[in-house]
């Protein structure tokens, strides 16, 4: 009987042991830290040391709670991806431990962020801390001489389907008399991890799927206004933070740790990219989740943008200041506007005959108005020659250049007087709207809608690429008095109008269009429904700075999935124009000639014609007519939100 009590008090002891190993991942003894296990693992649940690791804020409802880094290096112990208190009580454990011959491997310098937390949570005063220099940090960044932090909205590129919705950065603004403050200034980036042999079909599936791994980057913000305003000639616009020295200090740390140790992130076009990870980067500023506190189908910078935008931060607004960083089209579009109406058609005579510039008649011209001229003038070869490599172009810009080292410097447009709006002046996303309809053949339906993103062509234009039209999924549903339908469901829209610059010769591109839908047929059959795919090129120009005209040749394939099959493929010329009042109105009118090649005949031709009339920020009215095989009148009433 004694031998039997033994061996279960041995057996009790045993489990016992067995148990705090698996609660806290406990495969070395914790004797030589001050602090119990009980300690350690109530302070692995502090939703900031949660978030230093990357778990998430919910348990999953299917499979293992762990960390979204897929970095194995990223954690000291070899459970810490699921196991947040081993991963404290060995992050404790590194921090004491000696310096060896790397300093900047210990965990002080790697775990930077960890471990300036940690001291505000935690005694150190029983432990004699070593005394680490990481002088990889310092050389990395001044942190004297960092002044704010600034969260930066690169407008939409429609060359790219990820860069579609923008992008943004985060910057660490130094001094205003340190190393130039903007140009030089440390900026972070976040993107997927590309297989540059992936082909288009395939970079987008992997995008959409997750099929790439995602990575911080940093690099001097130079790199970044010359790839996107240089070169991609997108406007950044720069929300500067009112944050701390402290909650700056939280970011700086953790943005470091991520950098240093090549950390990894599964990678979505449509959540998990990049506005959201560098939000969850700026989040590290509080204790609390402010950004991504909740799941949503989507993120989308500008959404990002608003959200900031209407942020508290000790009781004053989040962003302490919004500033415009233009362009090199920008510049020379704003440039031509600020000139006489004398100047501007001397600047196009110097860059139809280069050689204007020798002739009496020209430097006759004040210094200062020479100046001007020749400025714009450079702009423009800029413009061109960052699509066109050309080496007439670029003699010519030279030659330019050197012209205008002869004339006195003149003060530059500021960038405050471009009188643009911000992205956060501009409409939300997603769109609803409720409207009613009138049809000849099917009587009156009222339309309930929606739109998950983004912009369309008679949208306020207020911080939206200007001459685009991006709408993915929306729905259509049509209420009649003998029951409700859907009446259009796409997939997704695309339109941009690469448009001349006014005044100058050889600036417009081309323009082009595509679309996906299930959709009527025509307004001759209410019940009838297709699947339409078109994709079209063209030209546009800009006439008077408000109208809008363009001619595209558009393909189309379409196939029935009413109870009257049918398929047709064919061409269709389209010709349209939106007109506006550069403010609360505008009106577009459409008309487009299908031929069909082959199947059967679609009807020949669509007009349509639609008004806007902005309300506010948030709602707008529009009406509507169109004619395809039917005719139809309509009202809408839209909001966005």
């Not at 060359?159 to 923008?166: I, L, R, T």
């Not at 297989?195 to 970044?224: C, R, V, W």
């Not at 012209?403 to 409409?427: A, C, M, N, V, Y």
């Not at 007009?607 to 005719?631: C, F, K, N, P």
């Given at each position: ?44 649940q ?18 293992e ?90 407008s939409?590129f ?6 579609m ?29 590309v ?40 406007d ?5 933070l ?6 700056q200090?939280r ?10 140790g090549?950390?990894k ?23 609390e ?8 189908p ?70 200062t ?42 003060e ?10 911000p ?8 769109q ?21 993103s ?20 929306s ?5 009649r ?26 600036t ?35 006439w ?5 005209l ?6 189309f ?20 124009s ?6 609360e ?17 679609v ?21 509507s ?17």
């Amino acid at each position: 009987m004694r031998h039997t009590s033994r061996i279960l008090c041995c057996l009790i002891f045993s489990l016992v042991v067995l148990w705090n190993s698996f609660a806290f991942g406990n495969k070395s003894s914790t004797k030589n830290l001050p602090w119990t296990q009980a300690e350690i693992q109530r302070l692995s649940q502090h939703p900031y040391w949660l978030r230093l690791l990357h778990f998430p804020a919910h348990t999953p409802m299917v499979g293992e709670w762990r960390s979204e880094i897929q970095s194995t290096s990223f954690f000291l112990d070899p459970d810490g991806e699921v196991n947040p208190a081993a991963e404290l009580r060995k992050t404790l454990e590194a921090l004491f431990s000696p310096v060896e011959s790397t300093p900047d491997a210990h965990a002080q310098c790697r775990f930077i962020a960890r471990f300036h937390w940690l001291k505000t949570k935690l005694d150190f005063a029983e432990i004699t801390l070593p005394n680490v220099r990481c002088s990889r940090f310092e050389q990395w960044l001044d942190l004297q001489q960092v002044d704010s932090l600034s969260l930066i909205f690169v407008s939409a590129f429609m060359g790219n389907p990820a860069s579609m919705y923008g992008h943004a950065l985060l910057r660490l603004n130094y001094r205003e008399d340190y190393k130039g403050r903007n140009l030089l200034a440390p900026t972070f980036s976040y993107g997927a991890v590309v297989d540059p042999e992936d082909s288009s079909i395939a970079y987008l599936f992997k995008g959409l799927s997750g099929g790439y791994l995602g990575k911080y980057a940093d690099q001097q913000f130079y790199n970044f206004h010359h790839e996107y305003g240089e070169t991609e000639l997108r406007d950044l616009w720069e929300y500067e933070l009112n944050l701390n020295r402290e909650q700056q200090r939280r970011v700086i740390f953790h943005a470091w740790e991520l950098l240093a140790g090549k950390v990894k992130f599964p990678y979505y076009f449509l959540t998990d990219n990049c506005v959201f990870r560098l939000t969850d980067l700026l989040d590290h500023a509080w204790d609390e989740t402010r950004f991504n506190s909740s799941w949503v189908p989507w993120r989308i910078t500008l959404d990002a943008f608003l959200r900031l935008k209407e942020m508290k931060n000790r009781g004053e607004p989040l962003v302490k200041r919004i500033r415009l960083i233009p362009s090199r089209q920008r510049r020379l579009e704003i440039r031509m506007l600020q000139l006489p109406d004398r100047e501007r058609l001397w600047v196009g005579k110097l860059i139809a005959e280069p050689e204007v510039s020798k002739k009496p008649a020209f430097q006759d011209l004040p210094e200062t108005t020479q100046a001007r001229i020749v400025d714009a003038a450079v702009e423009y070869y800029g413009y061109r020659l960052a699509e066109n490599k050309d080496e007439d172009l670029r003699s010519q810009k030279f030659d330019l250049l050197r012209l205008r080292s002869r004339l006195p410097i003149i003060e530059q447009p500021k960038d405050e007087d471009f009188g643009l709006s911000p992205p956060t002046e501009g409409t939300p996303a997603v769109q609803i709207r409720l409207g009613s309809f009138y049809n000849p053949h099917s009587g009156n339906s009222l339309e309930l809608g929606f739109r998950s993103s983004y912009h369309d062509l008679l949208g306020r234009p207020d911080g939206h690429l200007p001459n685009t039209h991006l709408e993915t999924l929306s729905a259509r549903f049509r209420l009649r008095k003998n029951g409700a339908e859907l009446n259009m469901l796409e997939f997704f829209n695309l339109r941009t109008f690469d448009v001349n610059l006014p005044d100058l010769p050889q600036t417009s591109g081309i323009s082009w269009q595509t679309r996906f839908a299930l959709e009527q047929r025509d307004l001759s059959c209410s019940s009838c429904r297709v699947l339409r795919f078109n994709v079209g090129w063209g030209k546009a120009m800009l006439w008077d700075n408000n109208i809008l005209l363009f001619g595209l040749l558009d393909t189309f394939a379409q196939a029935g999935v009413s109870d009257k099959k049918q398929y047709a493929l064919g061409v269709a010329p389209v010709l349209g124009s939106r007109i506006s009042d550069g403010g609360e109105w505008r009106v577009s009118a459409e008309a487009k000639f299908p031929q069909t090649v082959t199947g059967t005949e679609v009807a020949e031709s669509d007009w349509r014609v639609e008004g806007q009339w902005t309300l506010s920020r948030r709602w707008d009215v529009r009406m509507s007519w169109r004619r395809i095989a039917g005719e139809e009148f309509g009202m809408l009433l839209n909001y966005y939100w």
